[in-house]
């Protein structure tokens, strides 16, 4: 069975850094473009960063300059590193994976289950 597990987080104070990962475990053969998201209290979900498998990324206006997204294929991980923090970066942040191949089947649209950031002002 496939999940996707993330860790860091965490408390932090503005202008501090943090990072997260997000690796997904199970029997994979392949990982299409793997990412991160986060929800504010009271807010939809919004888009941080994107990595294809060949490792170009893309990223909110919010985050650009500040925040890196980075993978490592080999170990079927997603990193997300924030630096520069602010308050308003406080959310809990969700991995997703496009799509990736198992054994068994094509799996789309996989979510992880968030871990927490807030940025204290």
């Known amino acids: 069975q496939v999940q996707l597990v993330e860790s860091g987080g965490g408390l932090v104070q503005a202008g501090e850094s943090l990072s997260v990962s997000c690796v997904a475990s199970?029997?994979?053969?392949?990982?299409?473009?793997m990412g991160w998201y986060r929800q504010a209290a009271g807010k939809q979900r919004e888009l941080v960063a994107t990595?294809?498998?060949?490792?170009?990324?893309e990223y909110a206006d919010a985050v650009k300059g500040r925040f890196t997204i980075s993978r490592d294929n080999a170990k079927k991980t997603v990193y997300l590193e924030m630096n520069s923090l602010k308050a308003e970066d406080t959310a809990v942040y969700y991995c997703?994976?496009?799509?990736?191949?198992?054994?068994?089947?094509?799996?789309?649209?996989?979510w992880g289950q968030g871990t927490l950031v807030t940025v204290s002002s």
């Open positions: 990595i294809t498998g060949g490792h170009s990324a």
């Open positions: 997703y994976v496009e799509s990736l191949v198992t054994p068994r089947s094509r799996l789309r649209d996989l």
């Open positions: 199970g029997v994979i053969y392949t990982i299409g473009a």
